[in-house]
DNA sequence: ACATGTGAAAGAGTTCACAGCC
DNA sequence: GGCTGTGAACTCTTTCACATGT
């Protein structure tokens, strides 16, 4: 009787992508001491409207108080969970060059959204060798079956010219989710995701907005900030 | 009266988005020898309706063939100029690690969006030492009339903690737009962009997706992409 | 015949504004 | 008094559908 548990409301996309800019800060608040957040503050901090937070942490239930606002550790925690945030969906990496390395050794993973389970590469000087931990091998040589969780998420750090012969390889042992840093756009099978993380995009966006004055105030994953006396940094 | 020359039409926020994926697939097509593309084609390329693409085009300038499509070369042309591709927006970055490294050793540069013209780090290490040809300096000893072309975008790769102090020293030396790898929100003055390119918000991103069914076909920076025969792999 | 360009309709997301609660 | 939660208005995007041009 209760089959579809796993879907609570569908948030809209643009909800997804704030939420954690606002789990982010709400921990950042929680270590200077601060436990309650307005939805004013809050907006100010994250470069969105007052009235977008509330629509959004709304969306998630009410769990705000009225003439207070937020408790700082609660709105981490609801966004947390929301989020799958305690699933560490199993990871892999393919390409170990120098940005896959800042990524396995950077505080990134903390968020335990992901957990890295294991590295591939393609040069024999760099196969066998050990990494974060993990020893590198060769993607075309998995056995999806060694895993007992099958990875879920794929990170994709290779030269453009590579990366759809990766997505595909990565594709065929199971991974559903894929993150690409590569200039490439991939063809991949109906039900894998796939996002871009594209720094030659994100500089000609940044190129467009000097040229044409202003950008918005508030858009996908980004936001701009007005310089004001905010909560945070004036706690009462 | 005619004081307002640089605003040729202001394109939507989605439309800036998408132009670079459009830029990036006609140049692959043109690289394999198709000098056209119609709107359909571009649109399961790019994981967006045929309507959004003419939509989008239309609205840098009509230049399309009725009957035939767009031509590849023109395209990318067209949008390269329309992003101001051929600025070559000064650019510095603070934070020289192994994110750092891999970003100046990388052919991103080559979209000639952005040239770098100084890095900076607060290492005695690193300080001194050239990078891709440039000498690391200290951002809080640079002399802001030392270029003729002041930077007007500032790339950071520094861990969260330090990000905001080195998003200041970014402001004062002139810059207009920031590029911020770290996982901390920034305040800056009005009339600087800022954007983030943040790894653990994707993987977020990501968790949530696998966890709740389909992620939708386009939004932000990020599409998705059906299997089906193409234009581009089964040319004419 | 085929594919663009564009009014008009539909759909999403944001902001307004205020009732309701602390 | 202050702040959340939410219907309703509004704005921005996308999609439809077809006139227009090659």
Chains 1, 2 share one sequence.
């Not at 548990?5 to 709400?26: C, D, F, G, N």
């Not at 509330?54 to 207070?68: E, K, Y």
């Not at 966004?79 to 945030?85: D, Y």
């Not at 896959?100 to 990134?108: G, M, Y």
Request: net charge negative; glycine share 10%; charged share 20%.
């Amino acid at each position: 009787m209760s089959a579809v548990h796993r879907r609570p409301k569908l948030l809209p996309e643009p909800t997804v992508a704030r939420l954690p800019i606002y789990q982010r800060i709400a921990e950042e608040l929680l270590r200077r001491g601060n436990d309650t957040v307005s939805s004013d503050d809050l907006g100010r901090l994250a470069g969105v409207s007052a009235a977008t937070v509330r629509r959004d942490l709304s969306s998630i239930g009410p769990f705000g108080t009225r003439g207070s606002g937020y408790q700082t550790l609660d709105l981490s925690r609801r966004i947390f969970e929301m989020l799958g945030g305690d699933t560490e969906d199993p990871t892999v990496v393919v390409g170990i060059g120098n940005l896959a390395r800042a990524l396995i050794n950077s505080p990134l993973f903390a968020t335990r959204a992901a957990k890295i389970v294991a590295l591939y590469d393609i040069d024999p000087n760099v196969v066998g060798t050990v990494v974060g931990g993990l020893e590198v091998r060769r993607l075309a040589d998995e056995d999806p079956d060694r895993f007992e969780q099958p990875p879920a998420i794929g990170l994709i750090t290779v030269p453009a010219q590579a990366a759809q012969d990766v997505a595909d390889g990565l594709c065929d042992i199971g991974v559903r989710a894929i993150l690409s840093f590569s200039q490439q756009v991939l063809l991949v099978p109906p039900g894998v995701t796939v996002r871009y993380v594209d720094v030659s995009i994100e500089l000609q966006i940044l190129s467009y907005h000097l040229e044409h004055g202003r950008g918005p105030l508030s858009g996908g994953l980004w936001h701009n900030l007005g310089h004001s006396p905010v909560g945070a940094g004036t706690p009462s």
